[in-house]
């Protein structure tokens, strides 16, 4: 190598070293004496869209906690504290560019606050505020619906309080609305539980509360809550049509972050809902007109597509290969000819080797020589699938799919879940009677000639 090349590769290193280190921070917590407060740990996470960094350990030094971590675009930051068996949370501000990286905290009985500048008291003041509300939501008694209602107003009215009382950046005041209206949102929603009332006969709307939800939520800094796109997918209109979701959001959202946010979670539910059965061309015909006219991800489309194989008729899913116990590699023609009773389960769910009795029950006692059972495990490794295998004396067919690719295929929402193939291949039954209905089944697999 030359001297050239040397010398490029060198400061090719350290341009490479220096730029990971840009995007690092290190930030400070000065507490109080950790002695008063029982033993405190700390952890720190940038808050920026999309994934979400993993929060890192702070090292304790004294009464101080410090650590590198990634840079927030935002500035913001989540402090989570554990203290005492109870982890709090709270959001701090360190803008991009600022000198001084070090918060002073106070450790109370609801968490950390920070107790200078603007910004970060004006944070801690409405996560004391929340999490005071929410307290005050799961114990109310005999308030009424206009009582719950005031309740989740506070969230709203409470930031309106704080922001008049702290003069605050523009980031902070935009986080601390969205924050009031993520946080009525999740009290909303908590409501069915808290009241024993179903989520329909609930007599409040959520836009009463929160107001119209765009002109908060159409911001890039919403994509930091994560109940945001449900949100806004809850004040889609109940009946409505995808395409008229889909219209209603292009309409009201303009943030290119918050739209594909939402249209990937209403496309998401729309593909996992979706009756195969009865409704495939007129679906396919609607999501293929929408990805084009709002160039959706093309993913959820080939999904859908594939996901045809829930149609009764249909062939099994080509190029699925499985193992069984020897390692042995096995594929669904092997069994042609016969009509395939499959139980798809794992060793971690109960309910699929509670009906593991009953399957071995029908096995023994079907006289039908045109049917043949197998029974596919989506465990993720063969040890604890062969370990419940020789607890529940599993004998037969018994094969091991480690990457779901046949339950994926079918759109498989939960097991234990059956399904039948016919001698040739094609889907005879999707989502076919449990070993446990008893003649249900059994009169069933008799019937198949």
């Not at 501000?93 to 609801?110: F, H, M, Q, R, V």
């Not at 159409?218 to 806004?232: E, N, R, Y």
């Not at 067919?397 to 339950?407: E, F, V």
Request: charged residues 20%; hydrophobic residues 35%; glycine residues 6%.
């Amino acid at each position: 190598m030359t001297k050239r090349k040397r010398l490029f590769t060198t400061l090719l290193m350290a341009t490479t070293i220096l730029a990971a280190m840009a995007q690092q921070k290190k930030i400070t917590l000065k507490t109080d004496s950790p002695q008063d407060n029982g033993e405190v740990m700390m952890y720190i996470q940038p808050l920026n869209a999309g994934a979400q960094d993993d929060a890192q350990k702070m090292v304790q030094t004294g009464t101080a906690f410090s650590a590198d971590t990634e840079t927030s675009s935002y500035g913001l930051y989540r402090v989570i504290c554990i203290r005492n068996q109870t982890q709090t949370f709270l959001p701090i501000y360190i803008p991009k560019g600022e000198n001084d990286n070090s918060i002073k905290l106070e450790i109370t009985a609801k968490g950390p606050i920070a107790v200078e500048g603007n910004d970060n008291k004006a944070l801690s003041a409405y996560a004391t505020k929340v999490f005071d509300a929410d307290q005050t939501l799961w114990t109310a008694q005999n308030v009424g619906w206009q009582g719950y209602a005031d309740m989740l107003g506070g969230y709203m009215t409470a930031a309106d309080s704080i922001l008049s009382l702290y003069a605050c950046s523009s980031t902070v005041s935009q986080y601390i609305r969205l924050w009031a209206c993520t946080s009525a949102y999740n009290a909303f929603s908590s409501l069915p539980n808290i009241t024993k009332t179903k989520a329909f006969d609930i007599p409040l709307r959520l836009e009463d509360i929160i107001g119209e939800p765009s002109k908060t939520l159409d911001t890039p800094l919403a994509s930091l809550f994560p109940t945001t796109s449900q949100l806004i997918s809850s004040t889609m209109p109940r009946q409505a049509t995808l395409t008229q979701k889909m219209e209603t959001l292009f309409d009201n959202y303009k943030c290119e972050e918050i739209r594909n946010t939402v249209a990937n979670n209403m496309l998401q539910n729309f593909i996992t809902k979706f009756n195969y059965q009865r409704d495939y061309e007129s679906g396919l015909a609607e999501l293929t007109a929408l990805t084009e006219q709002y160039s959706l991800d093309g993913k959820y489309l080939k999904t859908f597509v594939s996901n045809r194989a829930t149609i009764a008729g249909t062939p099994f899913p080509e190029g699925l290969t499985f193992v069984d116990k020897d390692g042995k590699q096995h594929s669904i023609s092997e069994l042609k000819g016969k009509y395939v009773y499959i139980d798809l389960w794992a060793s971690w769910c109960v309910p699929c080797c509670k009906e593991v009795p009953h399957l071995q029950k029908l096995e023994a006692e079907l006289a039908n020589e045109n049917v043949a059972f197998l029974s596919i495990s989506i465990d993720k490794t063969a040890e604890p699938w062969l370990k419940k295998m020789n607890e529940l004396q599993m004998h037969g067919n018994q094969w091991l799919d480690t990457g779901s690719k046949l339950a994926n295929a079918l759109n498989v929402r939960g097991i234990p879940f059956f399904v039948i193939y016919d001698k040739e291949g094609k889907l005879y039954k999707y989502n076919a009677p449990r070993p446990s209905s008893g003649e249900q089944l059994k009169s069933l697999l008799d019937s198949l000639k």
